[in-house]
């Protein structure tokens, strides 16, 4: 039984699995003194399984060209926004810039556009990067199995694919052209990566695209999932809650501060060994706040435009009309090439990451660069006799 058969019958399904029966109960209304109850047991949680350890990422943006529609995003196709596409050697200038920082767990983001992020590009990138950065992801559109399998042969070892919103009508109201359009496709994305041998798998939704309370609780359901079928692989979470961008989107449902940390909460104690992420997009305030009790892994001085850490790619921004490449060729544009390409949200957070770490380390955190290296893998030298 696939995923999608789960969510048709979801009701049941929860009556049918106790950690998920829990985690419904978690999401009722609380008083101030059951969230800090439960926030209790989630520091407890997460110290018992990770430690006093705070993994740090940061995204990579390689291009926000797209050929989807999607109502909510700055990428969107017809969104009139400066863009660009690095070449590999700016992909590789950006990454060296943020293992000069000290990130080595790096996160590729690209918009979906088969004309722009061609066949093999994306390959040649991690082959690029794989000698100096020991942990790479990728969040990009979704694949077949067999095209993801040249990607974790090249050195990547983690994929990252939100269903954005679980309420498939609203789904399909949001997404209005593009292969995106495809709610099932996409929902069974991280099925098709586990078959490709990624080894970290993450998940999530948008938050302000449907009510949170369902969202959060489809999110779970298709965690459990995931977990029961694809055991192999490591999951993290996310909850990104809408943040402003290009096309001016106004979130239709809301998630109060105090929902949002009891949601993450219930995760944490429903979830004891999933990971979950924080990104920019929550202000510093409310991030500090979260760190000690249920967070596992968070970005830092972060960037959503292509060559926004080192301004490679400006020389070459230009407009896309309707896949077509437009160059900008009035007065303005002189002073628009030196314009970084448009990003895909506004952040909140935007702490050096040396002064996260700092941060952390003032909170009995240890800021942990890096926990992954291939070498692990790679088969012990023969003695030479």
């Known amino acids: 039984m696939s995923f999608a058969d789960t969510l048709t019958s979801l009701e049941s399904c929860v009556r ?29 949680v997460t ?43 700016q992909v590789v200038k950006e990454a060296q810039y943020l293992v000069s920082q000290g990130f080595r767990d790096i996160l590729l983001v690209a918009g979906e556009h088969p004309r722009f992020v061609s066949e093999g590009y994306l390959e040649e990138c991690i082959a690029a990067l794989r000698d100096f950065v020991p942990r790479i992801s990728i969040e990009v559109g979704p694949m077949e199995t067999d095209d993801y399998r040249p990607l974790v042969q090249a050195g990547c070892e983690g994929l990252i694919v939100y269903q954005e919103t679980y309420d498939q009508e609203a789904y399909h109201e949001y997404h209005t052209a593009g292969p995106k359009k495809d709610f099932h496709w996409r929902l069974a994305c991280p099925e098709r990566g586990y078959a490709a041998g990624f080894r970290r798998i993450g998940i999530g939704a948008l938050i302000g695209l449907a009510p949170w309370k369902e969202e959060v609780l489809r999110l779970a359901a298709h965690l459990d999932y995931l977990q029961r079928s694809c055991w192999k692989a490591r999951f993290t979470i996310s909850l990104p809650r809408l943040r402003p961008a290009a096309g001016a989107f106004h979130p239709r449902y809301t998630m109060s501060d105090a929902e949002f940390v009891q949601a993450l909460c219930a995760f944490r104690v429903c979830f004891p060994q999933v990971g979950i992420v924080l990104s920019t997009r929550e202000s510093p305030g409310l991030r500090d706040a979260l760190f000690p009790l ?10 959503t ?20 490449r437009v160059e900008l060729d009035t007065p303005a544009s002189v002073e628009a090439h030196l314009t970084p390409a448009t990003g895909q949200f506004n952040i909140s957070d ?23 290296e291939s070498s692990i893998l790679s088969p012990e030298p023969v003695a030479s006799t």
């Open 294 to 303: 249920c967070i596992t892994s968070i970005s830092a001085g972060s960037h």
């Open 47 to 89: 110290r018992r399984n990770f430690g006093r350890t705070m993994h740090l990422f940061a995204p990579l943006y390689l291009s926000n060209e797209c050929i989807n529609n999607c109502a909510y995003c700055g990428f969107s196709r017809d969104n009139p926004i400066l863009r660009t596409t690095l070449t590999v050697p």
């Open 350 to 372: 935007e702490r050096s990451p040396r002064e996260i770490a700092n941060y952390l380390r003032g909170i009995d955190l240890e800021p942990v660069w890096k926990d992954w």
């Open 305 to 324: 435009e292509p060559g926004g850490y080192t301004g490679v790619g400006a020389s070459d921004v230009h407009l896309t009309v309707r896949g077509r």
């Open 16 to 44: 049918q699995r106790p950690q998920l029966k829990r985690f419904q109960s978690l999401l009722t209304p609380l008083s101030g003194h059951d969230l800090e109850s439960l926030a209790a047991e989630a520091v407890v």
